[in-house]
């Protein structure tokens, strides 16, 4: 952002200290979460910077807490991983039908009582977690869910559809409903129809819906905590626990596999807008 | 509309409009059908739930179905002020002796001590009285009981008894506002130095509301500079606020935990710049500062977002025009830019707000003891105290404020404006 050459000289400062405020900023979101890496490869028990590691010594670096991560004695965190991926893959999967399918109804201009069905379809985002997880933890008591994986991947669904609603809503608010019809009158059942072709069309919003249910329960650890028995912990369940007795080293290892997930998911997540942008032909 | 006038048929025969009519409703029905899976999914799993819990935290049969004869002999005590007629007394002894034999009386003493201090030892004395077989139930119960203890002579112990005959009670409400049933019925203040459910409502309320500013104030420069900035940068500048917000919430509190220990980086910056001494270093976790600076940067995208994308809207040319009308940058920008962004800046603080009201686990990691939420006082007692109706009490007290907000959040910016990234 250059400055013409006629501004005067006030707002020449003002426009520096902008900047200023602006990187200072971007470098509170960023910084935070680049401190993780260089730590979890310290070769020291404690969490601060070693005077090797500010040497740059070599040896003050190891990979022994990746080590401890994935062959520690004793260790939670294969059970923990492998609960959290099943939940999570379980829960989005489950979402994203039940979350698509309602999507579906509410774009239709016939739909009755919209907004009212809108806002009880969305308010599990809206709830406090405390709450949601009080709620949903007296129906899976009552219904005998607690501490299976079952009750989690149900809780997790509530706490996910949401945001499939939301994005699908949105990708079919551009959608040109004539298509379907044009495919009706060709002769195109409505289940050929929607597989054929509302649903590639609508699918970076599918899919970008289902990113968020997918992070919502892999990341979720109130409700978890209120549900989950030993058997049922999953990654931040451990890492809460981890974090409330003592910080290890072997967590910060954790945190940067999770850091490399959630940059893995952004990248997707990206490509995925741009793709439904292009599709519904918005340009910028 | 003349009768003359000819009707249009369908090529079946049928007017249309009957048979637009059928159509219109077939296609309600399709489209409430798509819908109804979740919707019933919903209902049965968390709206119905969500009822349950106010029917715990006003539920009070316990003590009713305890002792019935006892209250049902009650609506004959007329006179309050004086100990209760002797079928009173009779109803009580015969409630007492059945739940003796089923090992409930211990439950009930507990229940009326919570009401009125003392109450199970005396009843504990009651109890190895009928265990001995020493009560004479042909006598006159009302001597041999209030021959017991002193207590059951003391008229406020029956109108305690009294007082949990209703089957519903809003006691837990009170109780989370430090407020409780004194004995006439009326509503008394809890002593002050005992009042410290407020204080949590009153810090919930505080670190949102601030925890919503610091985040304005730090995310509209930057959504601004996102808007205004060419594509190719301003993409690469939304990973720093994109990158954070897919993040697990666990890993940044971590990660602040790190940062803002004693020895920590925060404080080790600050030695190095001479703000502090090295042997003096702050205390910045485990308190308010803590919870404040972690939340902030936690919800901080919430902020940007929904800002970013009202910004993005608004034409550079509002800003030139503003300018080539004599306005000064300053000028321009508070008469019309600033309004122009008021739905972004609604959405983002409403957000934040109802995301930071209800916040848990950063708080508990970091917030040490002055910086736990009312959120964590109702996980306590779901989880150590095991008193649910009072947790599901608190709980609807902030769901209540919530969806006041929530419903102006509607009316301001409309539900379907929500833009997730």
């Keep these: 952002m250059a400055l013409p050459s006629y501004t005067e000289t006030r707002y020449r400062i003002w426009h520096y200290i902008y900047i200023a405020i602006c990187s200072f900023v971007f470098f509170f979101l960023i910084a935070p979460l680049f401190v993780i890496f260089p730590l979890s490869f310290n070769a020291e028990e404690f969490l ?60 239709s201009r016939h739909m009755p009582y919209k907004g009212i069905i809108m806002a009880t379809l969305i308010s599990p985002m809206i709830v406090p977690l405390i709450i949601s997880g009080v709620a949903i933890f007296f129906f899976m008591a009552k219904a005998g869910l607690a501490a299976t994986h079952t009750g989690i991947v149900l809780a997790h669904i509530i706490l996910g559809t949401p945001f499939v609603v939301i994005t699908v809503t949105a990708t079919l608010s551009g959608f040109d409903h004539s298509v379907t019809r044009a495919a009706a009158s060709l002769g195109s059942n409505p289940v ?20 968020f249910a997918f992070v919502t329960s892999f990341d979720e650890v109130v409700v978890v905590l209120f549900l989950a028995g030993l058997e049922n912990t999953t990654i931040p369940v451990q890492m809460w626990t981890g974090l409330r007795e003592q910080l290890s080293p072997t967590i910060l290892a954790v945190a940067t596999c999770l850091i490399l997930l959630s940059t893995l998911i952004l990248v997707s997540a990206e490509l995925l807008r741009r793709r439904s ?8 | 509309m003349s009768s003359e006038t000819k009707q249009i048929l369908t090529t079946d025969g049928i007017p249309l409009e009957v048979s637009l009519k059928k159509a219109e409703k077939k296609n309600k029905i399709k489209a409430f059908l798509l ?8 209902v049965i799993t968390y709206i119905f739930p969500i009822g349950d819990m106010f029917m715990r935290s006003v539920d009070d049969r316990m003590v009713t179905n305890m002792l019935p004869k006892t209250f049902k002999a009650m609506e004959k005590w ?26 409930q009386h211990g439950k009930l003493g507990q229940r009326l001590n919570k009401e009125k201090n003392g109450f199970n030892t005396i009843t504990k004395k009651l109890f190895r009285q009928i265990k001995r077989k020493k009560i004479d139930e042909s006598a006159s119960l009302k001597e041999q009981i209030n021959k017991l203890h002193k207590r059951w002579r003391d008229v406020e112990y029956w109108q305690a008894i ?57 995310g509209y420069p930057i959504a601004h500079l996102l808007a205004t900035l060419p594509m190719k940068y301003s993409n690469l500048l939304m990973i720093c606020v994109l990158l954070p917000f897919w993040t697990s919430l666990l890993v940044r509190t971590a990660s602040w935990m790190i940062l803002l220990q004693q020895q920590g980086i925060v404080n080790d910056f600050f030695v190095m710049t001479g703000l502090v001494a090295d042997d003096n270093r702050p205390e910045m976790m485990y308190n308010k500062v803590g919870t404040y600076v972690a939340m902030t940067q936690i919800l901080l995208p919430f902020m940007v977002l929904p800002l970013y994308s009202v910004m993005k809207t608004i034409s550079p040319s509002l800003m030139r025009a503003g ?34 009201i209800g916040y848990y686990i950063t708080p508990a990691l970091v917030g040490g003891a002055s910086g736990t939420l009312i959120s964590n006082q109702i996980a306590f007692h779901m ?30 910016v409309g539900v379907d404006n929500i833009k997730l990234g």
Aim: glycine content about 8%; overall charge positive.
């Design chain 1, 48 to 107: 601060v910077f070693s005077e090797g590691m500010k040497n740059l010594d070599p040896d003050a670096f190891s990979l022994r807490w990746y080590k401890d991560m994935i062959y520690g004695t004793k260790n939670p965190w294969g059970l923990a991983a492998k609960n959290s991926f099943i939940i999570a893959i379980f829960a989005t999967i489950g979402s994203i039908i039940l979350g698509t399918l309602a999507a579906l109804g509410l774009s």
């Design chain 1, 192 to 211: 050929n129809t929607f597989m054929k072709i509302t649903l590639p069309l609508i699918l970076p919003g599918v899919i970008s819906g289902g990113l």
């Design chain 1, 277 to 284: 942008e292009r599709l519904r032909g918005i340009n910028r």
């Design chain 2, 35 to 42: 819908v109804a899976p979740l919707l019933l999914f919903l």
């Design chain 2, 78 to 103: 007329e006179n309050l002020d004086e100990l209760p007629p002797e079928e009173v007394y009779r109803g009580f002894y015969e409630d007492y002796k059945l739940l003796a034999e089923n090992q």
């Design chain 2, 162 to 218: 009294k007082r949990t005959a209703p089957p519903y009670t809003a006691s837990k409400y009170l109780k989370g506002m430090d407020m409780y049933f004194a004995a006439d019925g009326s509503i008394a203040q809890v002593d002050e130095d005992r009042r410290i459910h407020r204080i949590l409502w009153l810090r919930t309320l505080e670190i949102a509301f601030f925890v919503t500013l610091f985040c304005f104030f730090m």
């Design chain 2, 323 to 356: 300018k080539s009308l004599g306005g000064t940058p300053f000028v321009a920008f508070w008469k019309v830019y600033f309004p122009l962004t008021i739905p972004g800046i609604g959405a983002g603080c409403l957000l934040v707000f109802i995301l930071a």
């Design chain 2, 383 to 412: 989880k150590t105290t095991l008193d649910w109706s009072f947790a599901s009490a608190m709980g609807l007290m902030l769901l209540t404020g919530v969806l006041v907000i929530y419903w102006i959040y509607n009316k301001l």
